[in-house]
C-alpha cells in the first residue's frame, strides 16, 4: 500500500520540478531545528528532505540569518520552505501549512518558583522573548494586548535571554522545553534555571504563497502521514 501510494505521487512530478528546493529553518530550536555551520539541521530538516526526496526533489536546508530573517525570505518568496514552525495568524498570511507533524512543548524558565495555569500568571512580569519567535497565538496575542501590565525585553540569542534572568533583568523567559534545557546543559551560569510547561504548540511545513512548490502541498500532506511523528520532542 505504501509502495502504490508513494508511486502515485512522485510520477506525475519527478519531471515537473527539476530545481533544488531552498529551505532553512530556526538557528536556536534544537532539536527540531538549529544551525550547523552553513546548515541548519535537526529532526524537522531529516523528515522534509525525506518528504522531498520521495517527490524526486532535492532539498538544500541552509543557515540564512536569524529567525526574523527566514521569516522574511520566505514570505518574499526567496525561500521555498520553512521546515518547522508554529501557526500563527501573520504566518499564515504569506505562507501555506502543511498537516501537523511535530508537537514541542513551551515553557516559562525562570530562577525564582513561578506557577502558571492561565495567561494572566505573566501579568506584572518582566518577560525576555526571543525576535520573531512565537509561543502560540494564545500567548502571542497575550503578551501583545497587555503591554501596559506587563514589559517584553526581546533578545537575539536564548544565551541573552537566560542571561538576563541571572542578572534579575527579566523574571520569566519563554521559550522551547526542549531547546532551553539544552542550552541550560551546556552553560554552567544557567545550572539554577527552572521551568514550568505552560503550553504545547504543533509544528507545521511552511511553503512560501510565492513558491512553485506550493501546488506539491496534498503530496506532501500524504508523505508526511508516513514520516510524521506526533509525538513530543525529545531531549538530545
Not at 50 to 62: A, E, I, M, R
Amino acid at each position: 500500500m505504501v509502495i502504490l501510494l508513494l508511486a502515485s505521487i512522485i510520477i506525475p512530478l519527478a519531471s515537473a520540478h527539476t530545481e533544488t528546493v531552498k529551505a532553512s529553518g530556526h538557528p536556536d530550536w534544537a532539536p527540531t531545528m538549529y544551525r550547523s555551520g552553513d546548515s541548519i539541521v535537526g529532526d524537522a530538516p531529516d523528515i522534509v528532505a525525506k518528504v522531498f526526496k520521495d517527490l524526486s526533489l532535492p532539498v538544500n536546508c541552509s543557515y540564512v540569518g536569524s529567525w526574523d530573517q527566514v521569516q522574511a525570505l520566505g514570505a518574499e518568496g526567496r525561500l521555498d520552505v520553512i521546515v518547522a514552525a508554529y501557526k500563527t495568524e501573520d504566518r499564515e498570511r504569506f505562507f501555506l501549512y502543511s498537516n501537523p507533524y511535530l508537537t514541542d512543548n513551551i515553557s516559562a524558565f525562570m530562577v525564582s518558583d513561578f506557577t502558571y495555569s492561565s495567561p494572566n500568571d505573566l501579568l506584572g512580569k518582566n518577560i525576555a522573548v526571543t525576535s520573531g519567535d512565537s509561543y502560540g497565538q494564545e500567548i502571542d496575542n497575550f503578551l501583545r494586548d497587555n503591554k501596559g501590565q506587563l514589559r517584553v525585553s526581546s533578545y537575539e540569542t536564548p544565551e541573552q535571554a537566560f542571561a538576563s534572568l541571572i542578572n534579575k533583568k527579566n523574571d520569566i523567559f519563554l521559550y522551547s522545553l526542549v531547546a532551553g534545557e539544552k542550552v541550560i546543559k551546556s552553560n554552567p551560569d544557567f545550572k539554577d534555571i527552572k521551568n514550568v510547561v505552560i503550553g504545547k504548540e504543533l509544528f507545521y511545513i511552511l511553503i512560501s504563497k510565492k513558491s512553485k512548490y506550493a501546488e506539491l502541498m496534498p503530496q506532501i500532506n500524504n508523505l508526511l502521514q508516513i514520516y510524521g511523528n506526533i509525538g513530543e520532542i525529545k531531549s538530545i
